[in-house]
């Protein structure tokens, strides 16, 4: 498994945002069920949020986010970060495969 950390950058108002944050979150369950994401959250500058994921390749995480309503409706820029996790808490021993 590959692993990532995910930057969002809000591109709306917060007005905007406020009115597609319900979408996002709904889409955000799947990444959870389907065991892509670890956790999410809003920066506290409320100016974007991070999303710790995980997927077969990059390829693979970026198409699954393409449906989130924050980037199908232009609202968000996503950055994508690659990265090799060394050293993690016990409990995490099965999410770093």
Known sequence: MKHFIIIITYT???EIMARVRPEHKK?????YESGKILYSGPMNSK??????????SKEVIMDFFSSDPYLAKKVAEYNFI?????HSQEFLKDWIV
Do not use: K, Q, Y
Not at 47 to 56: M, S, Y
């Open 12 to 14: 709306a108002s917060p």
């Open 27 to 31: 889409f955000a369950l799947t990444g």
């Open 47 to 56: 100016t974007g949020g991070i999303i710790a994921a995980r997927g077969e």
């Open 82 to 86: 690659e990265f090799d996790p060394v």
